[in-house]
C-alpha cells in the first residue's frame, strides 16, 4: 500500500532560518507526492507537488521540496521561516492501488519562533 | 475565485439529533470528497463521489452518510451524532483522470456535539 511517514511530530526553528520538514514514502511505482499547510480552524491548503520531472519543486509562499528516489524522501524546505509560517504541515501521496485516494502522513507541526 | 465552500463553518448539535453538513464548489470537479479531522491529526477519509458513483471507506460508520445530488454540491449526514463524532469535517475536490491531481480543500465544518 502506498504511504507517508512523517517522523518529526513538532519541528521548532526561529525567523529567518532554514527550515526543513521530513516526508519519507513507500509506494509501489511511481510516486505522486504532495505537501498541504493547514492554519487553525482552516482546511488544507495545497503548496506543491511532484509527479515527474526536476527533483526540485518549487510551491507557493517560498516553500520547496526535494524528491530522493534513492532515499524515498521528500522532505519540504524554506530557505528563510517566517513567524507566519507557523502551522501544520502534511504530507501525502496519492494511493494508485486504491481509487488514487490521498494518503496523508500524521502530519508535523512548525513553530517559528521570533 | 474558483474554491470550496462549505457551510456552516461551526455547527453545534445534540447527542443524537442528525444534522447535515454542506459543501459546494465552483472548480467543476468530478470527485467530491469527505473527510474527518480529530485534534491536528491527520485527516481521515470517510467516503467520496467520483462522478456519482459513491465509494464508502470500509470503516465509515452506517452513522455517516453522503448524497450528492448534482456535480457542484455534495451533502454529509450525521443520522445519530455521538460525542465520539466531534470534530472537523473537510470537504474536498479533484479532477480525476490522473494520480497527479491535488485536492482542493473547503474551509472545514467544526462541529461540537452536546
Known amino acids: 500500500a502506498q504511504s507517508v511517514a512523517q517522523p518529526e511530530d513538532q519541528v521548532n526553528v526561529a525567523e529567518g532560518n532554514p527550515l526543513t520538514v521530513k516526508c519519507t514514502y513507500s509506494?509501489?511505482?511511481?510516486?505522486?507526492l504532495f505537501w498541504y499547510v493547514q492554519y487553525p480552524n482552516r482546511g488544507l491548503q495545497f503548496l506543491l507537488k511532484?509527479?515527474?520531472?526536476?527533483?526540485l519543486v518549487k510551491g507557493s509562499y517560498g516553500f520547496e521540496a526535494e524528491f530522493n528516489k534513492s532515499q524515498t524522501s521528500f522532505h519540504l524546505k524554506k530557505p528563510s521561516a517566517l513567524v507566519s509560517d507557523s502551522a501544520l504541515y502534511f504530507c501525502a501521496v496519492r494511493d494508485i492501488n486504491n481509487n488514487n485516494d490521498m494518503r496523508f502522513g500524521a502530519g508535523t507541526r512548525l513553530t517559528v519562533k521570533p | 475565485d474558483a474554491m470550496v465552500i462549505q457551510n456552516p463553518r461551526y455547527q453545534v448539535t445534540q447527542f443524537g439529533k442528525p444534522v447535515t453538513l454542506s459543501c459546494s464548489q465552483t472548480?467543476?470537479?468530478?470527485?467530491m470528497y469527505w473527510y474527518q479531522q480529530k485534534s491536528s491529526q491527520a485527516p481521515k477519509l470517510l467516503f467520496h463521489?467520483?462522478?456519482?458513483?459513491?465509494?464508502n471507506e470500509a470503516d465509515t460508520p452506517d452513522n455517516f452518510q453522503s448524497r450528492r445530488p448534482n456535480t457542484s454540491f455534495c451533502f454529509l449526514d450525521i443520522r445519530s451524532p455521538g460525542l465520539g463524532d466531534a470534530a472537523m469535517y473537510l470537504c474536498?475536490?479533484?479532477?480525476?483522470?490522473?494520480?497527479?491531481?491535488?485536492?482542493?480543500f473547503g474551509p472545514g465544518t467544526r462541529l461540537t456535539v452536546t
Open positions: 511532484y509527479i515527474t520531472g526536476d527533483n
Open positions: 463521489y467520483y462522478d456519482k458513483d459513491f465509494n
Open positions: 509506494v509501489s511505482g511511481n510516486p505522486y
Open positions: 472548480l467543476n470537479h468530478n470527485v
Open positions: 474536498a475536490t479533484s479532477r480525476s483522470g490522473t494520480s497527479g491531481y491535488e485536492q482542493y
